[in-house]
């Protein structure tokens, strides 16, 4: 079974804190993303990866970064966390042939 | 812009009923179609992938149908049961892997 792993289910972070959520796959998927979800706002995408060292900005980039640098990793960065960034974040990987996306178990952020 | 409309937003059956749940979209350019199940604070769990030169996929008592042309889904689940409730998501892949998101159907089947 392919495993999609998040590093925190929880985090509680101060206003200001440069915040690293990681993102590990197991399958050798190409393609990565990271969403957040909101209430009434539904999935969001805010950058994805096809392949290392490479990075597109999806919807709502602002605020965030990311790193790959390892096929299987794939990290999302708050570089100065605000409190309109509390969120769940979701990791996401999927191939190239059969193009079935498979989840993280979700981060719950707190930005205080 | 791709647009995801699942309707009803929320439905509350008896245990054993058959039900639908509808996904919509506004722009027939789909490579595929997904439907996730969502258990309170979890993260997402694929269901059905349907690709969009399919028009049907089936596990178990699931079974979700794609007409493309019209820029429908649906997701019938036969003889619900109280472990069915959690909230379901469909998603189009357009372009270069992307997912759009309906908001969900938020499913409660009742003992």
């Known amino acids: 079974d392919v495993k999609v792993t998040q590093s925190s289910r929880y985090l509680v972070k101060r206003t200001g804190e440069k915040v690293f959520l990681e993102c590990v796959q197991d399958m050798d998927h190409e393609n990565m993303f990271w969403y957040r979800q909101d209430p009434g706002l539904g999935l969001r995408l805010i950058y994805f990866s096809y392949d290392v060292k490479m990075k597109e900005k999806g919807d709502i980039p602002e605020g965030y970064s990311v790193s790959r640098e390892k096929k299987e990793r794939f990290s999302l960065i708050l570089e100065s966390a605000s409190t309109n960034q509390t969120s769940m974040y979701l990791c996401?990987?999927?191939?190239?042939?059969?193009?079935?996306?498979?989840f993280g178990q979700g981060t719950r952020l707190t930005v205080v | 812009k791709q647009e995801v409309t699942q309707i009803p937003a929320a439905l509350s059956v008896p245990e054993g009923e058959n039900l639908v749940l509808n996904c919509s979209f506004t722009d027939s350019a789909i490579y595929n179609l997904q439907w996730f199940r969502q258990d309170p604070g979890k993260g997402l769990t694929s269901l059905l992938l349907?690709?969009?030169?399919?028009r049907e996929q089936t596990s178990g008592r699931l079974n979700a149908s794609l007409d493309k042309s019209s820029g429908r889904s649906t997701l019938y689940i036969a003889a619900s049961q109280p472990g069915d409730s959690a909230t379901y998501l469909c998603?189009?892949?357009?372009?270069?892997?992307?997912?759009?998101f309906g908001e969900g159907t938020q499913l409660t089947v009742n003992p």
């Open positions: 349907i690709q969009s030169s399919q």
């Open positions: 996401a990987s999927s191939q190239d042939i059969l193009p079935e996306a498979f």
């Open positions: 998603a189009v892949e357009t372009s270069g892997s992307r997912l759009t």
